[in-house]
């Protein structure tokens, strides 16, 4: 499956949204698509205007791909687990946003996503970032959180 999440703001991400339906045809996954309050049509998609934290860290963990909007906080979720994020920052050229600094925080951490700024693009991102995501098989987080775990019932197995 392909996630994408276009987060909260209160500006349509069309953009995103008619690229995705666009390129789902062609893709050999579903795709389901946090659509926000944006206004696109994706009849080959699942479309969901919001979702719960829950729902949306479970689509993160299940996807072989997410495609995030430049919102720190979706690009650290991705990354946390364990993906390579997609990430295609709105742009206020488009009215996706007041102002670029999507774009610019981006930029500052195009060495840890794969960076779109032309729409046209997606595609091949999207080919890269799973290329990406099997190989660096990083999951930093979930990789602690296993260690510890074991540490614990180690150390609860000791006799007293």
């Given at each position: 499956?392909i996630f994408?999440?276009?987060?909260?703001?209160?500006?349509?991400?069309?953009?995103?949204?008619?690229?995705?339906?666009?390129?789902?045809?062609?893709?050999?996954?579903?795709?389901?698509?946090?659509?926000?309050?944006?206004?696109?049509?994706?009849?080959?998609?699942?479309?969901?205007?919001?979702?719960?934290?829950?729902?949306?860290?479970?689509?993160?963990?299940?996807?072989?791909?997410?495609?995030?909007?430049?919102?720190?906080?979706?690009?650290?979720?991705?990354?946390?687990?364990?993906?390579v994020p997609?990430?295609?920052?709105?742009?206020?050229?488009?009215?996706?946003?007041?102002?670029?600094?999507?774009?610019?925080?981006?930029?500052?951490?195009?060495?840890?996503v794969v960076?779109?700024?032309?729409?046209?693009?997606?595609?091949?991102?999207?080919?890269?970032?799973?290329?990406?995501?099997?190989?660096?098989?990083?999951?930093?987080?979930?990789?602690?959180?296993?260690?510890?775990?074991?540490?614990?019932?180690?150390?609860?197995?000791?006799?007293?």
């Amino acid at each position: 499956m392909i996630f994408a999440t276009v987060g909260t703001h209160e500006d349509p991400f069309n953009r995103l949204i008619v690229e995705l339906e666009r390129l789902q045809p062609g893709l050999a996954e579903p795709v389901v698509i946090q659509s926000g309050y944006s206004t696109a049509a994706a009849p080959h998609c699942t479309v969901v205007p919001m979702m719960t934290f829950a729902e949306l860290q479970d689509h993160m963990a299940r996807a072989r791909v997410v495609v995030t909007h430049g919102g720190p906080a979706s690009i650290m979720q991705a990354l946390a687990h364990g993906k390579v994020p997609v990430v295609v920052p709105r742009q206020a050229k488009f009215g996706e946003h007041v102002d670029d600094h999507q774009v610019r925080f981006s930029a500052r951490i195009a060495d840890r996503v794969v960076r779109v700024l032309d729409i046209g693009e997606l595609s091949v991102a999207l080919t890269t970032a799973a290329r990406r995501s099997t190989a660096s098989n990083a999951n930093p987080a979930a990789a602690f959180a296993a260690r510890f775990d074991g540490l614990c019932e180690e150390v609860l197995a000791r006799p007293r």
